[in-house]
């Protein structure tokens, strides 16, 4: 069973940066794409960024040239940059890794929560 753990999460002021990890308990390599999810008080969770076997990333259009996601795959981690945040920002973020063989599978973390105060 795969687990996912995210740790950085926090309280910051609008404007400023946190940087979020996502450790796995296997190889990230075996992973079609990893990806970071949030989840705000009342909404559904939403999108926020992916990247592939290749490298190649991709935002959501709310985060784009705010957020970068990257990734070391010698310690099978994850990363979200977050930079220049808004109280809109705040929620939990999620880490997810999915496997595409046969069908989708998808893994989860447990969340850690970002606030960000104005």
């Known amino acids: 069973q795969v687990q996912l753990v995210e740790s950085g999460g926090g309280l910051v002021q609008a404007g400023g940066s946190l940087r979020l990890s996502c450790v796995a308990s296997?190889?990230?390599?075996?992973?079609?794409?990893m990806g970071w999810y949030r989840q705000a008080p009342g909404k559904q969770r939403e999108l926020v960024a992916t990247?592939?076997?290749?490298?190649?990333?991709n935002y959501a259009g709310s985060v784009k040239g705010r957020f970068t996601m990257s990734r070391e795959n010698a310690k099978n981690t994850v990363y979200l940059q977050m930079n220049s945040l808004k109280p809109e920002d705040t929620a939990v973020y999620y880490c997810?890794?999915?496997?595409?063989?046969?069908?989708?599978?998808?893994?989860w973390g447990q969340g850690t929560q970002v606030t960000v105060s104005s």
């Open positions: 990247i592939i076997s290749g490298g190649v990333t």
């Open positions: 296997g190889s990230i390599a075996s992973f079609n794409r």
């Open positions: 997810n890794a999915q496997l595409r063989a046969l069908g989708v599978k998808d893994y």
